[in-house]
């Protein structure tokens, strides 16, 4: 399913084309893989829709990609055909602690073809065994949703017993309320969310305490992770963080529909007493490579919406335009 131009969805287009190509052949140090099944990730719309445009068209997205080790490339020796692996959002980088801010990243179906496919390729240093615990449908959000929410938590520097917000309750922060309620039993949980539905389900995953976008928690918060794609919920974040608190924004990009928001910024409401903003930038393959065996511990349990991997605009349209709750990934049979 190939990316062939940018433009704003809309609720009856198509956005990605059917194509048949050749299979992809590793390279030096690369598998290929077989790919069983693939998340769908908000950031595909922002490639959609240009927000993060792919540097050439056409271009194959998706990553949150779980398959099987199909062929190895010359000199790739860290995995044995059959194994099944996942890869996320970085499909290439630096190697290092800060590879993910390194002009040298590259992203998984941005910059490199990715997992909407039957077949990709990889280096074989961003491929990550998948925990026996989880089938391919559960593990593919894991691969982007649940690995860069664990990133944003780090980048939170709680401590068990602070309270911890969530603005937004999607495919991200359902796993991330999970993680944080195993690596911080004693800290409270407050969830802001648009839609009732999605607030009941974050109230069933054990939080403290659910409102609306709008509203106030009933305790102050050390720190809250932003999930959205808008614009209001990071100022009404700012006026639920205690002094000294922190907000993590993540995301790949924000939307403009909402940006007016901003103009409600008030310093003494939302910033001052030392109020602090970090943005979370990527995922670098520590990071994943943490992950998935802390997900296996807790266990996670994503929520799924499985589409056949025919169904994949009809997938991207619902993320776009219906109530979400929980995760969507594409599934589908491997040939032969």
Not at 2 to 17: F, N
Not at 27 to 51: F, Q, S, W
Request: proline content about 8%; glycine content about 8%.
């Amino acid at each position: 399913m190939q990316l062939t131009r940018i433009g704003l969805m809309s609720a009856d287009e198509d956005p990605l084309d059917p194509v048949e190509l050749p299979v992809p052949e590793p390279g030096t140090g690369e598998i290929r893989i077989r790919l069983l099944a693939c998340g769908v990730c908000h950031t595909e719309l922002d490639e959609i829709e240009g927000r993060t445009r792919p540097p050439r068209l056409p271009i194959i997205p998706g990553h949150e990609a779980v398959g099987r080790v199909d062929a190895l490339g010359d000199q790739a020796i860290r995995h044995a055909v059959g194994d099944r692996v996942g890869v996320g959002w970085i499909h290439h980088s630096t190697g290092d602690l800060r590879e993910n801010l390194s002009p040298a990243f590259r992203a998984t179906g941005r910059d490199a073809n990715g997992g909407y496919a039957e077949f990709m390729t990889v280096p074989e240093q961003y491929a990550y065994p998948i925990p026996n615990c989880f089938s391919d449908i559960e593990a593919a959000p894991l691969l982007c949703a649940g690995a860069v929410g664990y990133r944003a938590i780090k980048l939170t520097g709680v401590h068990d017993s602070q309270a911890i917000g969530l603005t937004g309750f999607g495919g991200s922060a359902h796993l991330v309320l999970q993680l944080v309620r195993h690596c911080f039993p004693n800290s409270p949980t407050a969830v802001f969310a648009r839609d009732p539905a999605q607030r009941e389900h974050a109230l069933a995953l054990g939080a403290s305490w659910a409102g609306a976008t709008e509203n106030r928690a009933p305790f102050a918060l050390d720190a809250i992770i932003d999930t959205t794609p808008a614009w209001r919920p990071v100022v009404e974040a700012l006026a639920n963080l205690k002094p000294g608190g922190r907000l993590v924004i993540n995301a790949i990009r924000k939307e403009d529909g909402d940006k007016d928001a901003l103009l409600r910024l008030r310093y003494e409401t939302h910033l001052w007493q030392e109020k602090q903003i970090q943005s979370v930038a990527n995922v670098t393959a520590a990071d994943i490579a943490e992950f998935l065996p802390l997900a296996a511990t807790v266990p996670l349990k994503p929520e799924i919406e499985v589409y056949a991997f025919a169904d994949a605009n009809r997938a991207l349209r619902d993320l776009r335009f219906a109530p979400l709750r929980g995760a969507k990934v594409l599934a589908f049979t491997a040939p032969g």
